[in-house]
């Protein structure tokens, strides 16, 4: 085998493996959300539409994602709003979703793994 060749598969190998490792996190993280009760308002690609064909009762993720993209402490402040619920009244999503404001879901996640879903959900490419 040439060097270019074995660079070549050295390469592919590399990315084959950070698209399965990328992979597994996205399936972890959509079962989080599923069991924690995420998915009953939010989606991940935007233009879904919610009950009754009214729009999304919570924003789609990588609209989420695109938001706070380079915000500083955006994952702290996003992993509060999921633990203690959103104020109907600062509501920056009003017009684009059917919900008025998040529910407090302490009740339902853990705080680590609230964490590790916005974290995740921030990471979301944005183009696709």
């Known amino acids: 085998m040439s060097k270019q060749a074995l660079c070549v598969w050295v390469a592919m190998a590399v ?35 919610g009950p009754d064909g009214l729009a999304p009762v919570g924003p789609a993720w990588k609209d989420v994602s695109a938001k706070y993209k380079g915000v500083k402490g955006a994952d702290e402040q996003l992993t509060r709003t999921v633990l203690q619920g959103s104020n109907p009244y600062e509501s920056h999503w009003k017009g684009k979703v059917s919900g008025l404001a998040m529910p407090p879901n302490h009740v339902a996640i853990k705080e680590a793994d609230a964490k590790q879903l916005v974290k995740w959900i921030l990471a979301l490419d944005t183009k696709k």
Do not use: F, N, R, W
Request: net charge negative; with cysteine.
């Open 15 to 49: 990315v084959s493996s950070a698209a399965l490792a990328a992979d597994k996190k996205d399936d972890a993280m959509l079962q989080l959300a599923s069991k924690s009760g995420c998915m009953t308002c939010h989606h991940i690609e935007p233009g879904a539409q």
